[in-house]
């Protein structure tokens, strides 16, 4: 490893299943990115349902995967594992993992990097992964939405349904969608 890059590092762990206070810090080792991975030096993390659920303990992590929440974040590049030749060290990227994002390091598949797109900050980028990646695979690779076709978007006012109005609406869609109240369904008239 990269002799910048500290032994261990401190991460975010669940003491015990419940709210925010069970959130505390903790030192690990810092992981070393296999085959196809890269070490991102996490900058920002976001916060998302399934994080909410892994913390209430309603939602275990994968097996294999880590047990520190995080499945988005946003940071640079600091070590190269082998078979990785789309990145490069200090590329600033952000990056769906399957947990480990609550921590100062964090090892992501390498096609699972975007790289932060110009003008947005780290704690913008760290919103992108979850929510835009499941959007695009449902809604344009799967759903083969085109411009100038309809989509219904049920809680439009929630990660998911903010990522699909912008996007369908950026690509020339029409979009309807349904929210909890008033003051939601507002927002989403903003976003388009």
């Known amino acids: 490893m990269n002799a910048d890059i500290p032994v261990t590092m401190t991460a975010v762990e669940i003491s015990r299943p419940g709210g925010p206070e069970v959130l505390r810090p903790t030192q690990r080792a810092t992981p070393n ?28 992590p994968p ?8 499945l988005e974040i946003a940071g640079r590049v600091v070590g190269i594992g082998a078979n990785v030749s789309s ?22 598949p390498a096609p699972q990097c975007l790289p932060i797109p110009r003008g947005l900050g780290f704690i913008q980028a760290a919103a992108i992964p979850e929510t835009f990646c499941t959007v695009w695979a449902n809604v344009f690779e799967r759903g083969r939405l085109v411009p100038g076709e309809s989509l219904l978007v049920h809680g439009g006012s929630s990660g998911i349904g903010t990522a699909a109005i912008q996007l369908a609406r950026a690509r020339g869609a029409r979009v309807l969608n349904t929210a909890g109240s008033a003051e939601k369904c507002n927002a989403c008239e903003r976003l388009g």
């Open 87 to 108: 990145l490069r060290v200090e590329d600033r990227v952000c990056a769906l993992v399957a947990g480990g994002g609550y921590a100062e390091y964090c090892v992501a």
């Open 63 to 70: 097996p294999g995967a880590s047990d520190i929440p995080g």
């Open 33 to 60: 990115p296999g085959s196809g991975e890269v070490l991102i030096r996490v900058f920002a993390a976001g916060v998302n349902r399934p994080d909410v659920m892994q913390r209430q303990g309603r939602y275990p």
